[in-house]
């Protein structure tokens, strides 16, 4: 054998979000690596934003990279657009519909989709916000709803179309319902001639006592009182017992709505299911260790949602994207430190805090002690989020857009494209 | 009677393209006019770009606006958006699928769409370019063309991904063709492994005897050597037979392309049929006086692509943006005229000029006597285009975006999305 260097070690990342992402721009200046990015999409997603895209603020382009511009430079980096099917940990092999890849080192971060807690069927009345398309599907619906309203003659259809119900108090109900209130009360309010959109009916619909329960209780509560002045109502205890093409029911009430969103609860991809070796918990994701490993396993890292990793006090980590960040470096750290001979590290979570906006100019936001609420809130969340985003040119381009909405309180990307053609989007 | 501003004169307008738009802003201010804007489209679209919405330098909300955002603070302009039926000129009514609307005066602007001269169940195989959503859908096929061709290990498949053929010489074809070919030479050029993108083949087919006959015989030779530099065959007295799945036959040579473009011809809507007064020409377009009229109906324009009119010489105007802007600005004129008690003067076309863009940093120009070509003409095309668009939002976004290409080769929009959902775009 001629040396370590001559043989090129294969590093399979499955998923090119947050975790894959960053674990592979870590490692592709390492000669003695191959790297095989697989991922069913082309596109890497700045998910934080997504909801931005679903309420018309920003466009696709904007919060997406083509995961092959990323590493165009890198000729060991390979990217193979290919579903997985499952993961053979003894063969060392992942299986895709577009053929078999061979690894040494395996990095599983596939995410999460929704739930609907066993009333899968739900899910056309009420889609979930995950990916690109969903976003456009969402737009469609809410911009389509003002524009059946503004035809209707017959008043209670009309308050039908009008009312807008969000499922799911965490963070991402929050903003959908937050961006809804605004878009009715601001951007459409002269839009049109026959209904008046500040009429809109909100309805944040929570199961839980209260809403983002992952924050502090009095943010929570500022976070409560900013909805409501976008006219946003919080029903907190209210379980979804059905959804339909009509509406919605809650316990035993039935709210006639024409757009229904979901943003309760996740289940971790799929793909988890097909390690033998692992164990997974009651929301799919798979257990790993405090190398991020499965049981037996040093080559096969787990990371980001789909993952279910501890803190130091031996509580779950949240799934979000810093997580998902911090567990995709570290996977990058360990490989290099194994080709270096060195020994492995625990994994340690750095928690950065967490935000949430609600419209325009307000925000709640978390950093350990510190607790901001308001415009200053809202300015930290902005600036963070510019910084994060991958890739210069998004970055101003999202920059202009925004602050062209905040003047103007437009919405510059507020289109309905038709249904003439099958229908691909972006 | 109280007087004539007392009475309201109803103005209906039907596309709100480039003559819709136009005559509406116009008509604005006039107080004795409500004036309804029927367009099935929720959104104005700057034509000129939709190619490079196809090609992933911009995206769709870059180039489009909606329509209720112009007219938001318009309080005598009402949007419907309905899909126009038919005409009845003596009950003076517009029948929609959203209700009947009368007009005192009435404005058609529905433009046009591909035609396939009689073989229409080609279209599938090779989508034409007039709508955001088809623009979304070629840039799925051309980008899922490479990725594809990336996995595929038969070089004879993999050669038929690479092959893309773009029927139709036009200014569009040319664009589309150009579009192609510098992304495969650039900005594709380091994102693959498998494939070398600049073994992409590209082939422009023009039935007649060269391509851009509405240019100068030298500018169309210089766009023809430029399309050369990027790598695309022009193919001119080529006409297509035949197009399938597997690809497109000229005369009898068959050439195996997974992506075929249509940009050979369009047709008028087809709302023109149903004016009972109007004669229509062998493309369907209805035949107007130089008052823009239908014979025995002052109160009835049709302007832009859906109809023919003359210039002085008896030749018909072609079916340009500029033609359909002076034309919406011209109806609006004459109504105002109408209103005054003034008299009508006729439609008068000042030619402006054409221009043609061949990828980045090459075009020709045509201004009268004027022409020029290469890096000056696109540099005047790029200023002429982006001081056109309407908004300001989309102009500075477009520039960024354009510059953020320019020097880097980049193209931001490289999205493909999935078809998880249904499916609507932008």
């Known amino acids: 054998m001629g040396g370590q260097a001559a043989v090129m070690k294969q590093v399979v990342i499955v998923g090119a979000g947050f975790a894959g992402l960053n674990a592979a721009k870590r490692l592709r200046d390492e000669r003695a690596l191959a790297i095989t990015i697989i991922d069913r999409?082309?596109?890497?997603?700045?998910?934080?934003?997504?909801?931005?895209v679903a309420m018309a603020g920003l466009s696709p382009a904007d919060i997406a990279v083509p995961i092959r511009s990323v590493f165009a430079g890198d000729a060991n980096v390979r990217v193979v657009k290919a579903e997985v099917q499952s993961v053979d940990t003894d063969s060392r092999k992942v299986r895709t519909d577009s053929g078999d890849f061979t690894y040494d080192y395996l990095l599983l971060a596939c995410g999460a989709q929704h739930t609907y807690f066993g009333n899968e069927h739900w899910e056309p009345y009420a889609p979930g916000l995950k990916t690109l398309s969903q976003a456009t599907e969402i737009r469609?619906?809410?911009?389509?709803?003002f524009e059946a309203a503004e035809k209707e003659s017959d008043p209670e259809k009309r308050r039908r179309l009008l009312t807008f119900v969000v499922v799911g108090g965490g963070p991402t109900g929050v903003e959908l319902a937050g961006a809804i209130g605004e878009m009715s009360r601001y951007t459409l309010a002269r839009d049109f001639r026959q209904i008046d959109p500040r009429q809109t009916r909100v309805i944040l619909v929570e199961a839980g006592p209260r809403i983002l329960p992952?924050?502090?209780?009095?943010?929570?509560?500022?976070?409560m009182r900013d909805l409501e002045s976008l006219g946003v109502q919080t029903w907190t205890g209210a379980r979804v017992t059905d959804v339909t093409p009509e509406g919605v029911t809650i316990g035993n009430e039935r709210i006639a709505a024409a757009t229904v969103l979901w943003a309760a609860g996740v289940r971790a991809s799929d793909v988890g299911r097909s390690l033998k070796d692992a164990t997974l918990d009651e929301a799919g994701r798979v257990i790993v260790d405090e190398y991020l490993n499965i049981p037996g396993r040093p080559e096969v890292f787990v990371a980001g949602d789909m993952s279910?990793?501890?803190?130091?006090?031996?509580?779950?980590l949240p799934g979000v994207a810093l997580v998902a960040m911090q567990q995709g470096i570290y996977v990058a750290q360990t490989i290099k430190a194994d080709l270096r001979g060195k020994?492995?590290?625990p994994f340690r979570y750095h928690d950065?805090?967490?935000?949430a906006t609600i419209g325009r100019s307000r925000a709640i936001s978390e950093f350990g002690r510190l607790r901001l609420t308001g415009l200053i809130a809202w300015w930290f969340w902005l600036l963070v989020h510019i910084y994060r985003l991958s890739g210069f040119r998004n970055r101003?381009?999202?920059?202009?857009?925004?602050?062209?909405?905040?003047?103007?309180?437009g919405r510059g990307a507020r289109l309905i494209v038709g249904k003439h053609w099958r229908s691909y989007n972006v």
């Open 41 to 52: 999409e082309n596109h890497h997603l700045f998910q934080p934003l997504l909801y931005q």
């Open 308 to 316: 279910r990793a501890l803190d130091e006090n031996g509580r779950p």
């Open 140 to 145: 469609y619906r809410v911009l389509e709803a």
């Open 214 to 223: 992952s924050f502090d209780e009095r943010l929570a509560a500022r976070a």
């Open 396 to 409: 101003l381009s999202v920059l202009i857009q925004w602050a062209w909405s905040y003047w103007t309180f």
């Open 343 to 345: 020994p492995r590290r």
């Open 352 to 355: 950065l805090g967490q935000m």
